[in-house]
């Protein structure tokens, strides 16, 4: 059962997502959002990078569109977006959420992984949130929540509980931006 506080951020989300604001999620959309995430970052649009990361949103789109019964091609309505997303993270379980949104934090982890460990840090942890708008206290509490076992660095697990409380409205704090 969605909650009427995830509607809201899924709602959200779908907003920010439909780049041109046409109402529908194409899979341009989500290639802009790669795009805006790379130029926060400083990364070459040509980067391997960048490629993973458009590479990840592309495979979010497929699934997307393919359980919602749209082609590759198609086009996804918010009342599309808003069934599947929440049916992913209220219904599918914890393991389908992290096989379908486990790309795209990898990708974002490794335009920020400084020193590639496959891990995040606090320092690349503010600037990943500083990519999306989030100050450096506001990022340094973040940090303090989204390290569950308080090791001072956050795995691809520890980011994709993170994203998943926050749909549940478990925590305040938004990765995807």
């Given at each position: 059962m969605?909650t009427?506080l995830a509607?809201?951020r899924l709602k959200?989300?779908f907003d920010?997502w439909d780049a041109d604001?046409?109402?529908?999620?194409?899979r341009?959309?989500?290639?802009?959002?790669?795009?805006?995430?790379?130029?926060?970052?400083?990364?070459?649009?040509?980067?391997?990078?960048?490629?993973?990361?458009?590479d990840?949103?592309?495979?979010?789109?497929?699934?997307?569109?393919r359980?919602?019964?749209?082609?590759?091609?198609?086009?996804?309505?918010?009342?599309?977006f808003?069934r599947?997303?929440?049916?992913?993270i209220?219904?599918?379980?914890?393991?389908?959420?992290?096989?379908?949104?486990?790309?795209v934090?990898?990708?974002?982890?490794g335009?920020?992984?400084k020193?590639?460990?496959?891990?995040?840090?606090?320092?690349?942890?503010?600037a990943w949130?500083?990519?999306i708008?989030v100050?450096?206290?506001?990022?340094?509490?973040?940090?303090?929540r989204?390290?569950t076992d308080g090791?001072?660095?956050?795995?691809?697990?520890?980011?994709?509980?993170a994203?998943r409380?926050?749909?549940f409205?478990?925590?305040?704090v938004?990765?995807?931006?």
């Amino acid at each position: 059962m969605i909650t009427a506080l995830a509607n809201e951020r899924l709602k959200k989300r779908f907003d920010k997502w439909d780049a041109d604001a046409n109402g529908q999620l194409e899979r341009a959309d989500f290639t802009e959002e790669a795009a805006k995430i790379a130029h926060a970052f400083g990364k070459a649009p040509d980067s391997r990078e960048v490629q993973a990361l458009r590479d990840a949103f592309d495979g979010l789109f497929d699934y997307l569109a393919r359980e919602s019964g749209v082609p590759a091609d198609g086009a996804l309505s918010q009342g599309d977006f808003l069934r599947v997303t929440g049916n992913l993270i209220f219904k599918e379980g914890e393991a389908q959420f992290n096989r379908v949104l486990g790309p795209v934090v990898k990708a974002i982890i490794g335009i920020c992984d400084k020193n590639a460990d496959g891990r995040i840090n606090a320092e690349e942890f503010r600037a990943w949130l500083s990519g999306i708008g989030v100050n450096g206290e506001e990022a340094r509490d973040a940090f303090a929540r989204v390290d569950t076992d308080g090791d001072g660095e956050l795995s691809l697990e520890e980011l994709l509980a993170a994203v998943r409380d926050y749909h549940f409205g478990r925590l305040e704090v938004e990765l995807l931006g």
